[in-house]
């Protein structure tokens, strides 16, 4: 009797993503008012046996702000889902500013308690995954980008990958916003 099987590429963990290339997308968000935003393809394998969760994180002069997060579990009945993920910073001078966190079949959003207060420093988007694609292990938390104000006229780039990385970016940055999934 011989027997043999053949794992498939999706039975693995092949949820992949990676940073969007629709320019036409992110223009469309920066009409609607977002200031900001890091946007991520999504091809979600398996979609209807797992859940995402993203969330973000807010960090101020060093230090995790635990009020200040926001998070959005999504599920799909679709055997693999494709979309986009992301994040996105409002910051319109008429409203409080908000966090807004989107995946396939939601979002979700939150008030910052302060503006964003981004004067004399360097702000902007730092992605963690580039030009890669990021392949999602069950239960293993990614950190796809951070949202960073500088505490100064200098930016540097850091490896979002490492906590210890992640942890200088924190005490160096003015205040900041991890954005992760799982």
């Not at 490896?159 to 990385?165: F, R």
């Amino acid at each position: 009797i011989i027997s043999g099987c053949s794992v498939s590429e999706a039975s693995v963990g092949s949820t992949v993503i990676k940073v969007s290339k629709n320019t036409d997308r992110q223009q469309a968000f920066t009409d609607l008012g977002l200031a900001s935003v890091l946007d991520f393809d999504l091809t979600w394998q398996d979609a209807d046996e797992t859940e995402l969760i993203i969330w973000a994180e807010q960090y101020e002069d060093g230090k995790l702000d635990e009020e200040q997060a926001i998070d959005l579990t999504t599920y799909s009945e679709e055997k693999e889902k494709k979309g986009y993920i992301g994040m996105g910073v409002v910051d319109a001078a008429d409203m409080a500013p908000m966090l807004v966190v989107y995946a396939p079949g939601g979002s979700i959003r939150t008030e910052i308690e302060d503006k964003i207060d981004d004067s004399n420093a360097f702000h902007g988007w730092e992605s963690s995954i580039n030009d890669e694609n990021l392949k999602l292990e069950i239960g293993e938390t990614y950190t796809l980008g951070a949202y960073r104000v500088s505490n100064g006229s200098s930016i540097r780039s850091y490896n979002l990958q490492s906590e210890e990385e992640v942890e200088k970016m924190m005490k160096d940055d003015r205040t900041g916003f991890l954005l992760k999934v799982k």
